[in-house]
């Protein structure tokens, strides 16, 4: 079974209600006011941290989340109904990405935590509140503003307080089943974790915390290979990183701080901000005689001297209480911050937003033979929010074009009388 923690799928909140013309009637009231409802909102898009939850599978068989549209308005005054919200309910530690900028939407690290990623649409004014002196009886309403909506990543990232890295078979999974209640796959292959395993581990002082054993890495991690970033990602929520190395050197195989270099350069260049996790070097394996030959040689006593280094035994559990007590101590300091948040160097793949002066979006399009086109965001906007269905929005509508400058845009262009204009879907004669 493969552990799902990415899922890819559209949010689209409800789009309001329209806002109803209609005016009053009543027997010996022939000339009544208006009375038009108010259309409703539209439901929201809402994602919630659910702790009975696992993995994405859900949302990896399901392509479209969407809150429903807004009731439209109604005669006498009647506002329509709000639209239902959608709750989407995602394990705890899932991430909601927005695919087009990058930006981080939603961060689910606590239970019950909710948060609204898609707002839905305000309901659009109906013909009653738009009468006044001189238009008593007005036929303007409006249409309800379009939800939001998102082509959205879900990313599942282990939430643990430590996270065991390291070469494969290192032995992280027997240390973690060592010191936990956690009861992982072991074997004497490569790659035996090949999903996040986690369990709970207590000092001989009481201090409880999560522990995660992560997948394996090898060279060339951070570019993708092996289990790649499927392993990176998750360590960046934990608060302290436990550096499991194989003291043995796979019985005088393999050089130790090479191997301990490799994977400081692979978090390294994963993401700059890693590497400012506090660090636990637990030296495993110590019960083999390589373990304790590689201990007295001088380069490796010199290499590793001002660092946090614990020797351990995964296997007979020896001196594991001693590293519990470290871990618990590092812990007391080292808070939960997302490595976006961290100081230092910013990594290459974190995105900074900046709020630059805002680009004028109205387009005059001369489409030749007297022919010419208006888009842009602003006109769009309120393009949807008045329907020129009737006279008096009609009005509106132009009025509000005018405003924006449209107007001025076309003189300057050149625009003759009886040229034809066309605002998305409908065409409009230019009577200037």
Known sequence: MKFIDTAKFSI?????????????HALFVPNGGPNGGDGGKGGDVIFEADGGKHSLLDLKLQKTYAGQDGGKGDIKNMHGAHGEDRIVRVPVGTLIIDINTGL??????????RIIVAKGGKGGKGNARFANSRNKAPTIFEAGELGDEYQVRAELKVLADVG???????????????????????????????????????????ETFTVADLPGLIEGASL??????????????????????????????????????????????????????????VANKMD?????INMMDEEIIEYFKDKNL??????????????????????????????????????????????????????????????????????FKIYQKLPIWTHDNLLLFNEKLKNIGVYEQLRERGIQKGDVVKVFEYEMEWMD
């Open 164 to 206: 065991f890295v390291g070469l494969p078979n290192a032995g992280k999974s027997t240390l973690l089943r060592a010191i936990s209640n956690s009861k992982p796959e072991v074997a004497d292959y490569a790659f035996t974790t090949l999903n996040p395993q986690l369990g709970v581990a207590k000092t001989i002082n009481g």
């Open 224 to 281: 993708g290979r092996g289990l790649g970033h499927q392993f990176l990602k998750h360590i960046e929520r934990c608060r302290v990183i436990c550096h499991v190395i194989d003291m043995s050197g796979n019985y005088g195989q393999e050089n130790i701080i090479r191997n301990y270099e490799l994977i400081r350069k692979e978090l390294r260049e994963y993401n700059l901000n890693i590497d400012q996790r506090p660090e636990i070097i």
């Open 104 to 113: 981080i939407l939603a961060d689910l690290d606590e239970d019950k935590k």
């Open 310 to 379: 614990i020797q351990v035994s995964g296997i007979n559990k020896g001196n594991t209480q001693e590293l519990l007590l470290a871990i618990a101590k590092q812990l007391e300091t080292a808070k939960y911050i997302p490595l976006w948040e961290m100081d230092g160097e910013i990594a290459s793949d974190v995105k900074i937003y900046t709020f630059d002066e805002k680009e004028e979006d109205i387009q005059v399009i001369n489409r030749g033979n007297g022919r010419w086109e208006i888009a842009g965001d602003t006109v």
């Open 288 to 292: 083999l005689d390589e373990a304790q």
């Open 12 to 24: 689209k909140a409800g789009k309001g209600g329209d806002g109803a013309v209609s005016f009053h």
